[in-house]
């Protein structure tokens, strides 16, 4: 007998691991087949197998079938061959029982040690295959300890990991807290450490929280287009109804707040803006900004971006606190945007103006053409291909297209700049400035020839 009473063993363990009895059996008969070719030898053809009928397992060693046996380690008679199998030919290979009593008992510490590992590896695929179907939900647990920064969760059957990265700011837990989070990754049997990955700070956290707390999003009556998040701090999700008796941002709001107030608290105070979603870029945006008052935008499709121009007293707020606000219109919206005022556009356009208007023959019509056209300074002009300047309306043929090119050049050939034109006063400053150190190099020279 190699070991009796294992299958008793057998069944207490598959209970304990709920698992089922065949993960136990295979993960023994591998701990058996792996300590007898440790004893034996790997070039050894041996199988092990648990057979229940005598609650013991058996050994196996395949022997080829020869007339004439030569190698009595790896070779068995055709005569002897046929008691175990009346069909046995020359050159088949048959499996032969090994007799206990002739190699004693299998090494303990390498069945435990085999065991132990296939147990463990058979939990981590159940981890996975119960799991891996989940990534996306909600889920608690209880958290027991931070172990480098990594806050572990007991979720009862496996301990999940919030990664540092994952947490919310300044948020802290004691042992024994319940928490809530969202399955963002389930890793496979090969990972060491925890499989279940959770998340408090990812977007779609948030995203799932509405989906709990508004039966309107849950239904697909109201659609979360997206969300875009600073943890902890503020956020915006964008919404719309596919019911027009449904107000989208009353839905996710909720009567005297209490649907967004419930987010809010879970997130521990997490500012939310619940922003109303449109398939016009232009007018996304401006709601995004909100409560930002937007005078106007411009769109540079090229480069996928937009001016957006507030009034002076706004721009505080389309910036928001360290810049939240517009990083998170930014994100919500996928456009990069550039919050300037109308004072700022006012002093743009001037600029604009009186450089542009530098230029014979161009009067303010025409400047705020070549302005309207991406020319901001004659400097522009005498650098632009003909091509591009017969696109001003204005400007009609190519032989004005050269003379305003040619005109351009003759005030750049000439020294004459923009800031010189637009402020003449902090030009010369400028210029003296230039020549101040070389003036101060001069006399540092004087001063050391006289000593």
């Known amino acids: 007998m190699l070991q009796q009473g294992l299958g008793r063993m057998i069944e207490q363990v598959a209970k304990d691991r709920g698992m089922e009895k065949k993960v136990i059996v295979d993960a023994l008969e591998t701990a058996f087949l792996m300590a007898a070719k440790k004893k034996y030898g790997l070039t050894k053809e041996i199988e092990a197998h648990f057979n229940e009928e005598i609650d013991d397992m ?8 020869v007339e004439k046996v030569q190698d009595e380690t790896i070779e068995i008679s055709l005569k002897e061959a046929k008691k175990l199998d009346p069909e046995a030919t020359v050159g088949d290979s048959i499996g032969v029982k090994m007799d206990a009593k002739k190699f004693g008992r299998i090494d303990a510490q390498t069945v435990k040690q085999v065991i132990t590992q296939k147990v463990l590896e058979a939990e981590k695929d159940l981890v996975y295959k119960e799991y891996f179907h989940r990534k996306g939900e909600i889920i608690s647990g209880i958290v027991r300890r931070y172990e480098r920064g990594n806050v572990m969760v007991d979720l009862g059957k496996t301990e999940a990991i919030i990664p540092p990265r994952e947490q919310i700011p300044g948020e802290n837990f004691r042992s024994g807290d319940r928490v809530q989070a969202y399955i963002l990754d389930v890793q496979d049997a090969t990972t060491r450490g925890a499989q279940v990955v959770l ?3 990812t977007p779609l956290y948030l995203i799932k929280l509405f989906e709990m707390e508004v039966p309107e999003v849950s239904e697909g009556i109201v659609i979360i287009k997206g969300a875009a998040r600073e943890p902890g701090f503020r956020s915006k999700i964008s919404v719309y109804s596919k019911d027009s008796d449904v107000d989208a941002v009353g839905a996710c709001v909720g009567v005297k707040g209490t649907r967004v107030q419930n ?5 521990r105070g997490e500012k939310i803006d619940i922003v109303p979603w449109s398939d016009n870029d232009m007018q996304f945006v401006v709601n995004a900004l909100a409560p930002a008052e937007i005078s106007k935008v411009i769109i540079d499709d090229v480069n996928h971006s937009m001016e957006v121009i507030v009034p002076d007293d706004q721009l505080s707020l389309a910036i928001g606190k360290k810049g939240q606000n517009v990083r998170l219109a930014m994100q919500l919206a996928g456009w990069k945007l550039d919050i300037i005022t109308e004072s700022k556009i006012l002093e743009r356009t001037n600029r604009a103006k009186k450089s542009l208007t530098a230029i014979p023959r161009v009067n303010e019509t025409l400047a705020m053409g070549l302005y309207q056209n991406g020319y901001d300074t004659f400097e522009d002009v ?15 043929d190519e032989e004005k297209a050269k003379s305003l090119k040619q005109e351009a050049q003759v005030l750049v050939d000439q020294g004459v700049t923009t800031d010189k034109l637009v402020n003449p006063k902090r030009a010369e400053e400028q210029a003296k400035e230039e020549i101040k150190p070389e003036e101060m190099k001069k006399e540092e020279k004087d001063a050391t020839e006289k000593n």
């Open 199 to 201: 998340s408090r700070s």
């Open 382 to 396: 005498a650098k632009a291909e003909i091509k591009d300047l017969l696109q001003v309306p204005g400007i009609g």
């Open 263 to 267: 987010v809010v608290q879970e997130l």
């Open 58 to 65: 058996e050994l196996f060693q395949f022997m080829t079938v």
